[in-house]
Nanobody, 117 residues
Framework: VQLVESGGGLVQAGGSLRLSCAASGRSINRSAMAWFRQCPGKEREFVAIITWSGSGTYYADSVKGRFTISRDNAKNTVYLQMSSLKPEDTAVYYC???????????WGQGTQVTVSS
């Protein structure tokens, strides 16, 4: 499966962005999907995960209450709505398929999110 993220960019602190992850090559409607992020010089970290049906979600403590993961299986797409953004949210955000909170079988190329103070 190929994953392509979009929606990243530059935003001021307190602002919002919506990331999208479009999958191709295979349906993801039976896959747990997740978002991870990586800051320069740091290891990639888990952000959020959603079950194949969308009925279950789980978030890293650092984003809980500010980020929302969702999916549209008919469009083979996963989303990450990010609100109340902080400068420490600045990172490259990666979409992952067939994922757990620690690893995944498939990764996108990443999209840069920069939050200015």
């Amino acid at each position: 499966v190929q994953l392509v993220e979009s929606g990243g960019g530059l935003v001021q602190a307190g602002g919002s962005l919506r990331l999208s992850c479009a999958a191709s090559g295979r349906s993801i409607n039976r896959s747990a999907m997740a978002w991870f992020r990586q800051c320069p010089g740091k290891e990639r970290e888990f952000v959020a995960i959603i079950t194949w049906s969308g009925s279950g979600t789980y978030y890293a403590d650092s984003v809980k209450g500010r980020f929302t993961i969702s999916r549209d299986n008919a469009k083979n797409t996963v989303y990450l709505q990010m609100s109340s953004l902080k400068p420490e949210d600045t990172a490259v955000y990666y979409c992952a398929a067939d994922s757990t909170q620690t690893d995944a079988d498939y990764w996108g190329q990443g999209t840069q999110v920069t939050v200015s103070s």
